[in-house]
């Protein structure tokens, strides 16, 4: 009996996750920066070299890394968290990071994975990730980011050839209103030469397939399309 208590009292007390993370973060060093931003002109890490600089430790203490995107209810973008997880499962520690992808196609999804992965990692252990030059930048020792080209508003052409394309539709207000939010204006004014320039091309293609779908027409009206499409055209009764 007193064998069993002697060996019951020389038993290690079993650590907290919290603890084993600790001692892991302690062995890190920060993951070395291999690739360049041609852009800023700036050095930061690739995922490889932040996995290769956190994984051997974590392993060691019974800690691995998890990450999965999940949508976020009532907002614009999706998330990817990164967890780190104990061998029972047990999360320890997360965080989030917006998936900030700019354009469509699997080529920008994947750009912006592997940007939120590395963030993740590094935010949630604490590394450095990329070069700090705001310094540098205030300093005049780096070029700051240019900025970014400033937005054209519409020329009067193209909103008064709106108006008639829209004319001719005959677009209800509630239409007008729709096209409005779907530019995040209040007014056609505020549009740019380039979603101007978008939308008649939209409202050109609805209007031919409005004609398309008319089969029967009647003099006074072709007469009155050939006069809107050929202006000083003269075509007697």
């Not at 064998?3 to 009292?9: D, G, L, R, S």
Request: charged share 30%.
């Amino acid at each position: 009996m007193a064998e069993e208590k002697k060996t019951q009292t020389q038993k290690t007390p079993k650590k907290k996750s919290a603890e084993l993370l600790w001692e892991a973060r302690s062995e890190m060093e920060h993951p070395k920066m291999d690739k360049i931003n041609t852009h800023f002109n700036s050095r930061y890490v690739s995922l490889g070299s932040v996995l290769a600089a956190v994984e051997p430790s974590l392993f060691r203490h019974g800690l691995r890394i998890y990450q999965s995107v999940i949508p976020w209810d009532g907002a614009n973008t999706d998330y990817l968290i990164t967890m780190i997880v104990d061998k029972q499962g047990e999360v320890v520690e997360s965080n989030l990071v917006p998936l900030a992808v700019d354009k469509p196609g699997p080529q920008a999804l994947g750009s912006a994975l592997t940007y939120a992965r590395r963030q993740g990692i590094c935010a949630l252990l604490g590394l450095v990730g990329e070069e700090d030059d705001d310094a540098n930048i205030a300093e005049g020792g780096a070029e700051a980011p240019q900025k970014p080209p400033e937005r054209r508003q519409a020329t009067q052409k193209q909103l008064s050839y709106l108006h008639h394309l829209a004319t001719q539709l005959q677009l209800s207000e509630e239409a007008k209103e729709s096209l409005k939010r779907q530019y995040n204006v209040t007014s056609i004014k505020e549009l740019t030469t380039e979603q101007a320039s978008e939308l008649i091309d939209m409202l050109q293609k609805a209007l031919e397939g409005e004609k398309k779908q008319k089969t029967e027409w009647t003099m006074e009206e072709i007469i009155d399309e050939i006069s809107d499409n050929f202006p000083g055209s003269e075509i007697g009764d």
